[in-house]
């Protein structure tokens, strides 16, 4: 074997002459691959007057000599262009959307989904408890609700929970959210992220049931989403919402006690 198998370095051979030029072949390329950025990967087509050391990913449906090269990394070197193939599991910086992207072997994810598999930053849950709720005395056993903040981490130390009015609001930053539902006999369900100052909603669950009614025999429904939530003020209220689609009831809101069908729900987020 000539080259390396996962970076494709050339290896030295056995009493060869200008050993330098392997070598230095060896750490041009590293020198590309080690701590990866790249400008952008949005571009289709080469850059007219590129400068040294430039690197690409090439965009999607790229064209002229770039056609048919889709994800591969080019890099303006030496007065060239050189094109070089990722392996599963490279990341990459990209410079203009300042995101880190990740090679799943076919193309590039961007790494802020995966924060997901990771022990989020804060966890707010809204919950059913018996004779337990935030805002009113025991009265009503098992229909009551509350919600619950765990702040995991230090990231976490800037949530406020509103618990009498079921809201919060967040530190200024960028976040990835995952909103995660189970509900008895609602069908048809989804729930999301409300701005309570403007009124939109911003992240929504997608339905894993779809049956609808009061003679549902859905034992239970299911709701997941995730998104992606940048927050420019940390004054702006948050809070989880649901909504039964073709029914009578919409948007009620989490937490407020007694309010609402049978429902246990979680949003976790990450800092990015």
């Not at 074997?1 to 970076?7: I, P, R």
């Not at 000599?65 to 060239?80: E, F, T």
């Not at 990459?92 to 880190?100: A, P």
């Not at 048809?188 to 779809?210: F, Q, V, W, Y």
Request: with cysteine; glycine share 8%.
């Amino acid at each position: 074997m000539s080259n390396s198998y996962f970076l494709e370095l050339p290896f030295l051979a056995a009493a060869q002459n200008q050993k330098h030029i392997t070598l230095n072949e060896s750490l041009s390329r590293l020198d590309i691959v080690v701590q990866l950025s790249v400008l952008t990967k949005s571009l289709t087509v080469i850059p007219s007057s590129p400068a040294e050391g430039e690197r690409y990913i090439i965009a999607d449906a790229a064209t002229a000599d770039w056609s048919g090269l889709d994800g591969l990394l080019a890099v303006y070197q030496d007065g060239a262009w050189h094109n070089i193939t990722a392996k599963n599991g490279w990341k990459c910086w990209v410079e203009d959307e300042q995101k880190l992207y990740v090679f799943n072997g076919s193309a590039w994810q961007e790494y802020a989904a995966k924060k997901s598999l990771l022990k989020p930053d804060v966890l707010i849950c809204e919950e059913m408890a018996y004779a337990q709720d935030s805002t009113n005395p025991p009265s009503t056993g098992w229909n009551q609700r509350y919600l619950n903040l765990i702040k995991i981490n230090n990231l976490g130390a800037g949530v406020v929970l509103d618990a009498p009015s079921s809201q919060f609001s967040l530190p200024v930053g960028t976040y990835w959210v995952k909103i995660m539902s189970a509900a008895m006999r609602v069908g048809k369900h989804k729930t999301d992220l409300k701005h309570i100052d403007s009124g939109m909603h911003l992240i929504e669950g997608s339905c894993e049931h779809s049956e609808f009614g009061a003679s549902s025999t859905a034992a239970l429904t299911r709701s997941i989403g995730e998104g992606e939530l940048t927050v420019t003020d940390d004054e702006h209220n948050y809070a989880l919402m649901h909504h039964v689609e073709l029914g009578d009831v919409d948007n009620w809101r989490f937490g407020h006690g007694g309010e609402g069908p049978s429902i246990n729900c979680k949003i976790e987020l990450w800092k990015l």
